[in-house]
């Protein structure tokens, strides 16, 4: 799969108000790290970024940098391993990308996705997926879009676990392999609210205590008012 490549420029400024300088013309500020590179500081345009990893493979998509200002990075290829975002605006504030090597492994989150109508469904129950993404071992080549998990077959009371998954070439899991990805169970039955029968009298002796706010009613004539509680 062609690798999509992202322009950025090398930057050496690491005095206070740097970054918001670079905010002020377009860019964000970020930083390039990895075992040959060391930590480079970067100038990156946020909207080719965010293009570059609007891909099936999101965050785990391969780049290939486009480098101003130092020629030997320039063919690297990178992941975007961290993306800080304003919370109110939603706008990237900085990147981190991370240096790969085609020939060495690496550890990525694969999203997890459910197929099919389960059959347990149709007896009443309900579809959990416990879990979302899959942490997974392989080479940067072998890095799977997702992983697919037929729920077609899983009845009332069933689950699939992790190792239940059928993973391509090359690729492992890093983590539990009992933990369930997905399970069917009976809805909850609901509670049912003991109530007095119809008609049925407070016992003799008994006042019915005063709804909140409300207060209490006064002694019938010829009877002595009730103590109050000590504190």
Do not use: F, W
């Not at 050496?12 to 964000?28: F, N, T």
């Not at 504030?93 to 999203?111: F, G, K, N, Q, W």
């Not at 809805?187 to 016992?203: F, K, T």
């Amino acid at each position: 799969m062609e690798k999509p490549e992202l322009s950025v420029q090398v930057r050496s400024e690491r005095k206070k108000g740097a970054a918001r300088k670079i905010r002020r013309s377009g860019l964000i500020p970020g930083v390039l790290y990895g075992p040959s590179v060391g930590n480079v500081l970067l100038a990156i345009d946020p909207h080719a970024l965010l293009k570059a990893v609007d891909t099936d493979a999101g965050t785990n998509t391969l780049i290939k940098l486009r480098v101003e200002g130092a020629e030997e990075l320039a063919g690297k290829v990178v992941m975007l391993r961290d993306l800080q975002v304003d919370p109110l605006n939603r706008i990237p504030l900085h990147a981190d990308l991370y240096e790969i090597r085609m020939d060495e492994t690496v550890m990525v989150e694969v999203p997890v996705r459910l197929a099919g109508k389960a059959v347990g469904i149709d007896e009443g129950g309900i579809l959990d997926q416990g879990i979302r993404e899959l942490r997974v071992e392989c080479l940067p080549g072998s890095i799977p879009e997702m992983l697919e998990v037929d729920v077609t077959a899983l009845g009332m009371g069933q689950s699939i676990h992790v190792s239940d998954i059928v993973l391509p070439e090359g690729v492992k899991v890093v983590g539990e392999l009992s933990t369930a990805v997905a399970s069917i169970s009976a809805p909850l039955a609901e509670e049912e609210v003991a109530a007095p029968a119809e008609g049925e009298e407070p016992v003799e002796g008994e006042a019915a205590a005063p709804a909140e706010g409300e207060e209490a009613a006064p002694p019938a004539e010829g009877e002595a008012p009730a103590k109050p509680k000590e504190e």
